[in-house]
């Protein structure tokens, strides 16, 4: 009896875990933050802006389809890349100026901060039933996986004021490449924006060409 309900709890124990592992390509907010005195209500113009200092392509990348995803949700945006050099980073004059000729009134700034390993050990120690629990705990040789997690800091700023009005930090678990991993990631924090009221809910290309037909 012992043995049977070792072996239906180690069991249900594996299927958590490849359920874990199955999910690990994700991206999740980690916290969230937003100006409570702010009353500007949704921003119409957004300008998007990636931090990069080695990866120009990626930077491109990133901009672009975080792009994409706003005016696919009705939002008239546009990509740092157009009014920013790529040759280094801009001084505080000539950023300035870039962002008042995009016309926009919001700033989205993603910036990638920390890139972590996490090490899991498998099977994990837990309840074991009766000395044949332990005996045959002891033989499991245990498996060693490591997992890359991404830290990205995203910030918004009212163009008007300077002032940050919203920002967020996010995890990605076992990044591939920004081309792979923007997409969700944009859904995200475009989601995160909509939800705190930063963002007009979601309008489609084909809703607005039946409104205005």
Not at 28 to 55: C, E, H, I, N
Not at 94 to 104: H, N, P
Not at 162 to 182: F, G, H
């Amino acid at each position: 009896m012992r043995r049977a309900l070792y072996a239906s709890v180690r069991w249900l124990v594996i299927v958590a875990g490849i359920s874990v592992l199955v999910g690990c390509a994700s991206t999740t907010l980690q916290s969230t933050w937003m100006d409570p005195g702010y009353r500007g209500g949704p921003f119409k113009r957004f300008l998007v802006v990636g931090l990069s200092a080695r990866d120009v392509t990626a930077r491109r990348v990133l901009e672009d389809v975080v792009v994409h995803k706003l005016k696919a949700g009705g939002v008239e945006a546009l990509p740092g890349w157009q009014f920013l050099a790529s040759n280094g980073p801009a001084d505080e004059a000539a950023f300035t100026a870039a962002v008042a000729k995009s016309g926009a009134d919001a700033m989205l700034m993603v910036r990638l901060i920390a890139v972590e390993t996490q090490t899991t050990v498998w099977p994990p120690m837990g309840p074991r039933f009766g000395w044949y629990g332990y005996y045959s705990g002891w033989y499991a040789y245990p498996e060693v996986t490591q997992s890359q997690i991404a830290v990205v800091e995203t910030t918004l700023f009212d163009v008007r004021s300077q002032r940050v009005v919203w920002s967020a930090t996010s995890e990605t678990i076992n990044p591939t490449n920004v081309q792979k991993d923007a997409p969700v990631f944009a859904d995200v924090i475009l989601g995160a924006l909509r939800k705190d009221g930063f963002l007009p809910p979601a309008t489609s290309k084909l809703r607005r060409w039946r409104t205005m037909n």
